[in-house]
């Protein structure tokens, strides 16, 4: 990986073709397309409803190993695999997030890939792109003037002010927003309240798992934005919400088509974070795209811990897909990082801190095998890696019982993950996977997420105070069938952010239960993690700017 030319400067070089050729590329129809400039679009319903009938192509999920502040590049191998598998001839599709404004002028920077591995226009993907984040944004907001207007006028179903659940949201980190007091000066009866950033609303969640309009509207109706006195549950059907909302969203829940650096097709929808909600794209797009393409590779939020235990028991669940392969994506960086190696110290060879380290890409196969699917390890390459780093990479996956193959697609694009997509058609040609949810519907819900602690975390078990215990009680018989979303740190198997490597025999301390009968999951909200992240001492913002040529710098 060279590291000389920025992701915005390669971005700007791209040869971008229309939208509609790189359509024509899935035998998309021009008329089929709603076009937003020359290089994106949106694909209408009338389309997506007549490929019911095709068969879906072979589905392959990027993951990673626990995230490290150096980096792993999980989307930019997303792209690059897709750009691999056409190379080789095949038809594929990839399937990302849209980027959050917060992590965007936060810490992170875009979310479009990297180098020769990018989804483009990058600068529109990051930002406003074709508002879909802004439309989910007001539909949330909608719904909470409302709550608060129908209290104003006489509160005629009774809602407690006490036990209010429906935040507003902005997509922006902003902590100064995390507890508010709202209704003062006569505008209502004043009451403590907050914001969520945009990625971690239900409506965002509800936006990625609909089926359709019919299954968007249902599930809009049925959140349960607060309860009685008497604790009887009141739903935004009760406040006449659900009908407006979706019309907020009715164009944002057409699935975006954009193209890859190498002109290749990829649908770039919804964007729930992986720690907070359940970081993974729309159900719209990766069943749209499984019908277009023969393989279709999409990713999930962080690590395998996090983003991919959510694809395998919230959006397969639900949705019904069933991948036949799962990419754990990690660097020698990362592993440096969990064999207890300072950042500083990442570009000198260090073979024993990667094989220490090593320890937390084990898990993260381990991981992705309890699903049945089967994993492959693609080492994400900087310059400064050594032979013999990569090489103790190779070693551990073997040890596994699987692959590792080393991938330079950040420099050279798709040939440099060339040997990544054999890989994977090989492993699906194989069929060995025989994929399976972590845990039942019928377990109850304090079980299945004692079950994602000790399966997945290696914790010791989830620990809650009396009052926690008694929420995971009053959910139950309505709402036990769902599965649980675990919202917790992406940086540590733990509750502990400084934890790294493959730690064991930890506790898993529950703070808060938050029920979301609308995308049809439980949040079990651990340790210290927030559902509005706030900005660094330094964010990415104070070196966004325009220059004098009215050209974006420092995006990434």
């Known amino acids: 990986m060279t590291e000389a030319r920025s992701n915005i400067e390669i971005a700007r070089e791209a040869k971008m073709k229309p939208i509609a050729e790189v359509g024509r590329k899935l035998d998309i129809p021009e008329n089929a397309l709603l076009s937003y400039g020359p290089y994106k679009a949106k694909v209408s319903f009338d389309f997506i409803d007549s490929l019911s009938s095709r068969p879906d192509g072979k589905l392959v999920l990027v993951t990673a190993v626990t995230p490290t502040p150096a980096g792993e590049g ?37 979310a ?38 129908h209290v104003y006028w006489g509160n005629a179903l009774g809602l407690d002010v006490r036990r209010i659940f429906v935040r507003r949201a902005v997509d922006m980190n902003d902590r100064a927003l995390r507890a508010i007091v709202i209704s003062l000066q006569g505008n209502g009866f004043p009451r403590e309240d907050g914001f969520d950033i945009s990625v971690a ?23 349960v934005v607060g309860q009685t006195r008497d604790r009887r549950n009141v739903t935004a059907a009760d406040l006449h919400a659900a009908g407006a909302m979706s019309v907020l969203l009715k164009d944002a829940l057409m ?22 909600a359940h970081g993974c794209n729309s159900v719209l797009a990766t069943r749209t795209a499984l019908k277009l393409a023969d393989y279709v590779v999409t990713e999930a939020g962080f690590g395998a811990d996090l983003g991919a235990e959510k694809f395998f028991d919230i959006k397969c ?89 080393l991938c330079t697609d950040w420099a050279e694009g798709s040939k440099g993950a060339e040997a990544l997509a054999r890989t994977v058609v090989a492993l699906c040609d194989k069929g060995k996977a025989a994929f399976k949810p972590l845990y039942p519907d ?78 049809e999951f439980v949040v079990a909200i651990a340790g210290d993690i927030m559902t509005m992240p706030g900005l660094p001492r330094v964010p990415a913002a104070d070196t966004i700017r325009l220059n004098d040529q009215g050209q974006i710098e420092g995006l990434f």
């Open 112 to 149: 479009a890939g990297g180098g020769y591995s990018q989804v483009v226009p990058m600068e529109d993907i990051n930002l406003h792109f074709t508002g879909d984040f802004h439309a989910i944004t007001s539909a949330n907001n909608l719904l909470a003037a409302m709550l608060d207007n």
């Open 317 to 405: 669940r639900k949705a019904g897909l069933k991948p036949a392969v799962a990419v754990v994506v990690a660097t020698v960086r990362a592993l440096k990082h969990h064999g207890g190696v300072a950042k500083e110290e990442f570009k000198r060879e260090n073979v024993a801190a990667v094989a220490a380290g090593a320890a937390n890409l084990r898990c993260h196969i381990e991981n992705v095998k309890k699903f049945g699917v089967p994993p492959v390890v693609a080492i994400n390459h900087f310059t400064g890696d050594s032979e013999a780093e990569i090489a103790e990479i190779v070693k551990a996956a073997r040890e596994e019982g699987c692959e590792a193959v």
């Open 201 to 223: 609303t239900e409506v965002m969640a509800i936006f990625c798992l609909s089926l359709d309009y019919r299954d968007l509207v249902r599930r809009l109706g049925a959140i």
């Open 442 to 519: 019928s377990m109850p819900l304090w079980d299945k997420a004692n079950t994602i602690a000790r399966e997945i975390y290696r914790a010791r078990g989830i620990v809650a105070d009396v009052a926690l215990r008694k929420r995971f009680d009053e959910l139950q018989p309505s709402f036990g069938h769902l599965p649980v979303c675990m919202a917790k740190t992406q940086y540590s198997f733990s509750t502990d952010p400084d934890l790294r490597g493959a730690p064991e025999g930890h506790e898993v301390k529950l703070r808060e239960v938050r029920l979301s009968a609308g995308a």
């Open 255 to 276: 699935p975006n088509l954009v193209q890859s650096l190498e002109n290749n097709p990829a649908f770039v929808h919804g964007g729930p974070f992986g720690n907070i």
């Open 74 to 110: 999980k989307t930019k191998t997303t792209v690059g695999l897709n750009d691999g598998l056409n190379r080789i001839g095949k038809r594929s599709v990839a399937c990302l997030r849209e980027p959050s404004l917060g992590p965007c002028f936060g810490v992170k920077g875009g």
